[in-house]
């Protein structure tokens, strides 16, 4: 079998989109394509419902659909709010917004919180951060992050400060930065160093000791593997041990989760597959309670080793 890649994980075990399904982003763009007024506006400008007139009114810059750097001889701008934009920059705007639409329609459909009008200020401040920071855009996953601050807060400004602070940390953990081979090093260490045992089996049956299954707790911070309100705890004790213990504290409850079914893992002699599927099945049913009681004692355990 060809080697796992962290790709393969990205697409498998987080429900990130495909090239493919990207590609199909651009299609549904332009196929339907809808402009923008401000981030802070709902009103979308008249879908053009066919490609070819598509291009033909967008003028030579667009190429079977595709945006292409207009010619300094005939620059295409856009006018919003009496400021012009380049069209390339418009259509980049436009394409980012229709992830977002795309997403905040499948967003924790589930929690009551989030009717139609709730789930248009979740769109307004997502379209805000995105308008604000277009260098970044919208990457699947950031609804996850900002919804449980809209549903504590209930504030669209306050979400939205909360939001942008706290994507400063979480920025890097999406593909564009490189904090995300940082936390698989370093869960490899810890559990190295405080379950050798566990370390072996994992190395041993197919070598998942990468921990590229991890890859969406720390994206979102487990916001996917608990329910609301443990996800409002761990949240909250991630934020207080970077004052008072550790700025790493994430990969103590990354370990915990794995510690929390050492049995089972061991028992059934799970392989990475095996280990992929128990913790997609296992979202949202882990008592968070007791994955916290577990990490507060992997930081003793280790603050102990330390001492000694």
């Known amino acids: 079998a060809p080697p796992v890649t962290l790709r393969d994980v ?25 402009g923008v007024t401000s981030p802070a506006s709902d009103t979308y400008l008249t879908p053009v419902q066919d490609v070819e007139e598509e291009e033909e009114e967008l003028g030579p810059e667009y190429t079977n659909g595709v945006a292409q750097p207009p010619t300094p001889s005939t620059p295409e701008t856009v006018v919003i709010d009496g400021v012009e934009y380049p069209d390339e920059v418009i259509y980049t705007i436009d394409l980012n917004f229709h992830r977002i639409d795309k997403d905040v329609q499948r967003c924790d459909r589930n929690y009551s919180y989030f009717t139609n009008a709730n789930l248009a200020k979740l769109r307004r401040i997502m379209c805000t951060y995105v308008w604000e920071n277009l260098e970044i855009g919208y990457l699947q996953g950031m609804c996850d992050i900002l919804a449980p601050l809209l549903v504590i807060l209930d504030n669209e400004s306050l979400a939205y400060s909360c939001f942008k602070n706290l994507m400063v940390r979480m920025n890097m953990n999406f593909p564009h930065g490189n904090l995300m081979d940082n936390h698989f090093a370093n869960m490899r260490s810890l559990i190295q160093i405080l379950d050798s045992e566990l370390f072996e089996h994992m190395h041993q049956n197919g070598d998942y000791s990468h921990f590229y299954f991890s890859y969406r707790w720390f994206l979102l911070d487990f916001k996917r593997e608990l329910e609301y309100e443990d996800v409002f705890r761990v949240w909250e004790g ?19 989760l794995v510690e929390h079914y050492r049995d089972i893992i061991l028992d059934n002699n799970m ?8 913790f997609n099945e296992m979202a949202e049913r882990h008592d968070g309670r007791k994955i916290l009681k577990r990490a507060r004692q992997l930081v003793h355990r280790l603050q102990t080793l330390i001492d000694s």
Do not use: M
Request: glycine share 2%; proline share 0%; with cysteine.
């Open 271 to 278: 392989d990475f597959t095996d280990i992929i599927k128990f």
């Open 10 to 34: 990205e697409d498998a075990a987080t429900g990130k989109e495909t090239e493919e399904e990207e590609d199909d982003d651009e299609d549904d763009l332009r196929s339907a394509r809808s």
């Open 238 to 256: 991630i934020w207080a041990a970077y004052h008072c213990t550790s700025n790493h504290f994430t990969h103590f409850i990354a370990l915990a």
